[in-house]
C-alpha cells in the first residue's frame, strides 16, 4: 500500500554533541531563532504535488545538533508509456546545528543522508517503523550525503534535492525571546505541501 498523506509530526532528538561533527562549532549567545525544516518526496500519481512530508518548526539552540528521521516516503520512475514502474521507499536523516544568528540571517550546518531501496524502518517512540516494496515489483536504489555550513537571510526558503523527487527545505526566522514564537510567517510550508511553489522555485541551500 502506498501512503500519500501527511504525517503531521517527524522525530526531531537533541543529540550529543559526539553524534554529529556538526556539533562542536563556536556559538555566541545572539537572536533568538526559529528554524523550520522539511522533507518531502514528489507525489508519486500526481506531478505537480507532494507526496509525503514530515515539517518541524522551532526555536534552536545555538550548538545543539537537531536530529530528524523520516518519514518514510515511497517514490516511483516509470517509462514514457506508463507500462512499466519502478518503486522503491526513501529515507532522509538530517542533522541540523543553528551555529550563530544575527539581526539579518542564521548561521547552520545541515547534514544529511539519503537512503533509496526495497526496504526502510525507522524508529518513532518505542514503535520501529517498517516500509517496503513487493518483492515482484522493479526496485529504485540510490544513496546521497550532504554536508555544509551556510548563511540563510530570514524568511528565505533554501532546499537540497535529492534523486527521484526527495526533497530537504530549511528555512529560519527571529522569535521572540519570551514567547518563542516567530515574528512572521514567511517560512510558512503551505506553498511547498499544496505543490504551488514548486521546488525548481526554491533556491539551492
Given at each position: 500500500m502506498f501512503k500519500t498523506t501527511y504525517w503531521a509530526a517527524c522525530l526531531c532528538l537533541l543529540a550529543a554533541p559526539t553524534l554529529s561533527g556538526c556539533a562542536n562549532f563556536a556559538t555566541t549567545e545572539q537572536q533568538t531563532t526559529s528554524v523550520t525544516t522539511f522533507v518531502s518526496?514528489?507525489?508519486?500519481?500526481?506531478?505537480?504535488?507532494?507526496?509525503?512530508?514530515?515539517?518541524?518548526?522551532?526555536?534552536?539552540?545555538?550548538?545543539?545538533t537537531y536530529i530528524s528521521a523520516g518519514p518514510l516516503m515511497d517514490v516511483r520512475k516509470c517509462n514514457a508509456e506508463m507500462t512499466s514502474c519502478a518503486w522503491g521507499v526513501a529515507k532522509l536523516i538530517s542533522r541540523v546545528t543553528l551555529i550563530s544568528a544575527d539581526n539579518a540571517s542564521a548561521t547552520v550546518a545541515v547534514e544529511l543522508f539519503y537512503d533509496l531501496g526495497r526496504k526502510?524502518?525507522?524508529?518513532?517512540?518505542?514503535?520501529?517503523?517498517?516500509?517496503?516494496?513487493?518483492?515482484n515489483i522493479p526496485v529504485l536504489t540510490d544513496n546521497a550525503t550532504f554536508l555544509k555550513k551556510v548563511e540563510i537571510p530570514y524568511g528565505q526558503m533554501r532546499r537540497v534535492s535529492f534523486g527521484h523527487g526527495v526533497d530537504f527545505n530549511i528555512c529560519a526566522i527571529p522569535a521572540d525571546a519570551r514567547t518563542l514564537i516567530a515574528v512572521d510567517?514567511?517560512?510558512?510550508?503551505?506553498?511547498?505541501?499544496?505543490?504551488?511553489?514548486?521546488?525548481?522555485?526554491?533556491?539551492?541551500l
Amino acid at each position: 500500500m502506498f501512503k500519500t498523506t501527511y504525517w503531521a509530526a517527524c522525530l526531531c532528538l537533541l543529540a550529543a554533541p559526539t553524534l554529529s561533527g556538526c556539533a562542536n562549532f563556536a556559538t555566541t549567545e545572539q537572536q533568538t531563532t526559529s528554524v523550520t525544516t522539511f522533507v518531502s518526496a514528489q507525489n508519486p500519481f500526481f506531478a505537480n504535488k507532494r507526496g509525503e512530508g514530515a515539517g518541524d518548526t522551532q526555536v534552536r539552540k545555538q550548538g545543539v545538533t537537531y536530529i530528524s528521521a523520516g518519514p518514510l516516503m515511497d517514490v516511483r520512475k516509470c517509462n514514457a508509456e506508463m507500462t512499466s514502474c519502478a518503486w522503491g521507499v526513501a529515507k532522509l536523516i538530517s542533522r541540523v546545528t543553528l551555529i550563530s544568528a544575527d539581526n539579518a540571517s542564521a548561521t547552520v550546518a545541515v547534514e544529511l543522508f539519503y537512503d533509496l531501496g526495497r526496504k526502510q524502518e525507522m524508529t518513532w517512540g518505542n514503535t520501529v517503523i517498517t516500509d517496503a516494496i513487493s518483492d515482484n515489483i522493479p526496485v529504485l536504489t540510490d544513496n546521497a550525503t550532504f554536508l555544509k555550513k551556510v548563511e540563510i537571510p530570514y524568511g528565505q526558503m533554501r532546499r537540497v534535492s535529492f534523486g527521484h523527487g526527495v526533497d530537504f527545505n530549511i528555512c529560519a526566522i527571529p522569535a521572540d525571546a519570551r514567547t518563542l514564537i516567530a515574528v512572521d510567517d514567511s517560512c510558512d510550508l503551505d506553498g511547498i505541501m499544496s505543490g504551488k511553489t514548486a521546488q525548481a522555485m526554491v533556491p539551492a541551500l
